[in-house]
């Protein structure tokens, strides 16, 4: 309540490290661990210190940077003992134990899952609070609700169809993909106009929105008739938009003078109104580090490596594997194909073609064979831009 910073992930996991495990706080015992626990000495304060958090987290659901199924995991791996973290009744237990050595630490596995544990409505700071960071409960007794994920959790009909968050995350990783996607195609229009000769100031007025994309194409079509270029140009070379497509196999492998672009280019850079913006051009041969054009099987293989729809969580109820999901049970999405799955199904992360800047995306398996089986040009690129 009284800093911000213990309601981040890490600071939680700082608070619980000190004031509740180097502080002495007898888990073995509180938990019943053992059958020789004395049964007096059983009792569920650390559950009751989690139900606590979690109806802060209900009145101030700004303020943590945990959701729900972080506090639910951390509650149970409490119980299970899977890992050595709760394992015994101070320090001076936990180091005759040798846990250290013998066992993994559940913030280890808590680091590794983190995504699975942000609340996307998080607001850094104080924003959330607008008071100093400080959080002033309501204690109210009506105020106070009964945490049907905690004990209900297995009553499948008393949960809600869609989980709001949940949905909400997809949604931002979707947008994200989609965003990175987009900065990668931008990349390859602006190399294809490059080939194609057209100046550098009106690709970014395109790209920023200034000029629309049938404009863009008009241009294209007049010089294209006027010059002529279709039958000058070889076709071997860069993939083509749907838009070139439909006129002609005019492609690049030429240098401007060329190709003959340069002076209706320039005259278009003319009447340009916007200085400066060439300068955050990042262009595909940059990015390789070599001028090799792209071919129209690798430009293929980018354009498929991302999925543009994802399928809704809303009515997945099981995996491909048939894996059941549960309520509180995470779903993920193939980055690649869009499809939902569980976290066995997830194969691996790893970079998507269709990325700028390339950065380890989640794919099933059979995305994952497909990737793999890609040309070494993508390797490279995602070698040299990560
Ligand atoms: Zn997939
Ligand atoms: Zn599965």
Redesign the pocket.
């Given at each position: 309540m009284l800093d911000p910073y213990y309601r981040t992930l890490k600071g939680f996991q700082d608070i619980i490290e000190k004031e509740w495990l180097a502080f002495g706080h007898k888990f073995t015992d509180r938990c019943g661990f053992l059958g020789s626990v004395d049964s007096k000495e059983i009792s569920p304060v650390f559950t009751q210190f989690i139900d606590c958090v979690w109806q802060m987290t209900q009145q101030y659901p700004c303020a943590f940077q945990f959701n729900e199924r972080f506090l639910l995991t951390l509650h149970d791996h409490v119980y299970s003992c899977q890992y050595g973290t709760f394992i015994g009744n101070c320090e001076k237990d936990r180091l005759d134990l040798r846990l250290a050595e013998r066992t993994y630490s559940l913030w280890g596995y808590i680091h590794k899952y983190m995504n699975d544990f942000i609340n996307p409505i998080y607001l850094k700071e104080n924003m959330a609070t607008k008071r100093s960071g400080l959080l002033f409960p309501n204690t109210s007794p009506q105020v106070f609700r009964f945490w049907r994920g905690m004990y209900n959790r297995f009553d499948s009909g008393v949960h809600p169809r869609e989980e709001i968050l949940d949905t909400l995350a997809s949604g931002k990783e979707h947008s994200s993909s989609l965003e990175d996607h987009i900065r990668l195609l931008e990349m390859r229009i602006n190399d294809l106009c490059k080939r194609m000769g057209i100046s550098e100031d009106v690709i970014q007025r395109k790209l920023q929105g200034f000029l629309s994309m049938d404009s863009l194409d008009g241009v294209l079509l007049a010089e294209s008739n006027e010059e002529n270029c279709g039958e000058r140009l070889t076709s071997t070379s860069l993939p083509l938009t749907k838009s070139f497509d439909s006129d002609n196999n005019h492609t690049a492998g030429k240098s401007d003078t060329e190709s003959g672009f340069d002076e209706s280019s320039s005259q278009l850079s003319r009447s340009g109104f916007e200085d400066g913006l060439g300068s955050s051009t990042i262009s595909l041969t940059g990015v390789l580090g070599n001028s090799e054009p792209l071919t129209r099987a690798q430009f293929q293989v980018e354009l498929s490596s991302v999925a543009v729809d994802w399928k809704p969580l809303r009515n997945v109820q099981n995996?491909?594997?048939a894996?059941s999901f549960e309520h509180f049970s995470k779903k993920y999405h193939c980055w690649k194909c869009g499809e939902v799955?569980?976290i066995?199904?997830i194969a691996a992360h790893m970079p998507l073609p269709g990325h700028f800047p390339k950065r380890h995306a989640p794919v099933c398996k059979s995305c994952y064979t497909q990737l793999h089986s890609i040309s070494p040009i993508h390797e490279i690129a995602s070698h040299v831009a990560s």
């Open positions: 995996c491909s594997c894996y799955f569980c066995r199904c």
